[in-house]
């Protein structure tokens, strides 16, 4: 698998229920990011979790790293309809300068 | 709240025509970047810029493409020759520090190439 993979690749709820997504990925990282993307728009971020962290809540937001299984989790508590976009986790590496993101996760919120 | 901004929104250009993708990353911000994204498709990075000079750059990142900071504010991106293969949409980002912060994204321009 690549760089910051995501699963699911599409997530439908209801609203009020809870959305997790999951990020692998396989380099030695500083950081990994959580950004959110409304269809044809830009990126927004959403979260960053330092490779020395386990856990981290921003809002509805809990973000979990287990650098041992170079794995990332987003949790999103009670879903809106306006959660409704692509989530992407993006890594940070301990040497160079870029984000390498994954596929993204679709996330869908029926009202 | 500073944000990063990017012109045009959209751009259509001929194939083999020269573009120029305006960006005017938050002020106090050292590092900038530009990304990619092809429809359907996940972001790439393309390159970083430093200290007015390229940091690193992906393989994707060729002749055709430079990057120039002209000014104090704004951050351009060149393709010199445009191809069908390259339109996708362009993001700039930039952050205050290497990798170690947040990037914060512009909207984008969206580059059709016929």
């Known amino acids: 698998s690549q760089q910051g993979e995501e699963d699911p690749q599409a997530l439908s709820i209801q609203e009020g229920e809870n959305a997790t997504m999951n990020c692998s990925y396989k380099t030695s990282i500083n950081n990994l990011q959580w950004y959110r993307q409304n269809s044809g728009r830009g990126l927004v971020h959403l979260i960053l979790i330092r490779s020395n962290e386990r856990e981290k809540h921003s809002g509805r937001l809990r973000v979990t790293l287990d650098t041992s299984k170079k794995s990332s989790s987003l949790l999103i508590t009670a879903s809106r309809a306006a959660d409704t976009a692509s989530y992407f986790c993006?890594?940070?590496?301990?040497?160079?300068?870029?984000?390498?993101f994954g596929e993204g996760t679709q996330l869908t919120v029926n009202p | 709240e500073p944000e990063v901004t990017q012109t045009p929104s959209h751009q259509v250009t001929q194939m083999g025509q020269e573009v120029i993708l305006r960006c005017v990353p938050i002020?106090?911000?050292?590092?900038f970047y530009w990304y990619r994204q092809i429809l359907g498709q996940k972001v790439e990075f393309l390159v970083s810029?430093?200290?007015?000079?390229?940091?690193?750059k992906s393989e994707i990142f060729d002749d055709q493409f430079s990057v120039e900071r002209p000014d104090g504010s704004n951050f351009t991106l060149k393709i010199r020759s445009t191809k069908l293969e390259d339109s996708a949409m362009y993001f700039c980002?930039?952050?205050?520090?290497?990798?170690?912060?947040?990037?914060?994204f512009g909207q984008g321009t969206r580059l059709t190439v016929v």
């Open positions: 002020s106090n911000h050292l590092y």
């Open positions: 810029f430093y200290n007015n000079e390229i940091s690193e």
């Open positions: 980002a930039s952050s205050r520090n290497r990798g170690g912060t947040e990037a914060f």
């Open positions: 993006a890594t940070g590496e301990t040497s160079g300068s870029r984000l390498t």
